[in-house]
């Protein structure tokens, strides 16, 4: 069973950062590849970042794009993300995601996700 649990969000000032940290436990944590969705309230669900099971791919969502930066360590069992220039519109639940093999944007390609993290960003 794999279990993923986010930590590191809360409330934040325009222009500050964040890191997100999503903790995976699971022996085979280092062969999956590793996203970052977030949702709004009354909105869909957006991607936000992804990377391979070794961390030389990576891809961003264009809304985050330049302002953050996926990492992951997989001797730690741990994906992070790394929110800079935050904008009120970043405001939602995070969600990590882990799938069998690098599925970048496709959420349907994730198999397990965690129970999310609020970020919420005043003006």
């Known amino acids: 069973q794999v279990q993923l649990v986010e930590s590191g969000g809360g409330l934040v000032q325009a222009g500050g950062s964040l890191r997100l940290s999503c903790a995976v436990s699971?022996?085979?944590?280092?062969?999956?590849?590793m996203g970052w969705f977030r949702q709004a309230p009354g909105k869909e669900r957006e991607f936000v970042a992804a990377?391979?099971?070794?961390?030389?791919?990576?891809y961003y969502g264009d809304s985050v794009k330049g302002r953050s930066t996926i990492s992951r360590d997989n001797r730690k069992n741990t994906v992070y993300l790394q929110m800079n220039s935050l904008k009120p519109e970043d405001t939602a639940v995070y969600y990590c995601?882990?799938?069998?093999?690098?599925?970048?944007?496709?959420?349907?390609?994730?198999?397990?996700w965690g129970q999310g993290s609020q970020v919420t960003v005043s003006s």
């Open positions: 995601a882990a799938a069998p093999t690098y599925s970048g944007n496709d959420y349907q390609g994730y198999d397990y």
């Open positions: 699971g022996r085979t944590f280092r062969t999956y590849g």
């Open positions: 990377i391979n099971w070794s961390g030389s791919n990576t």
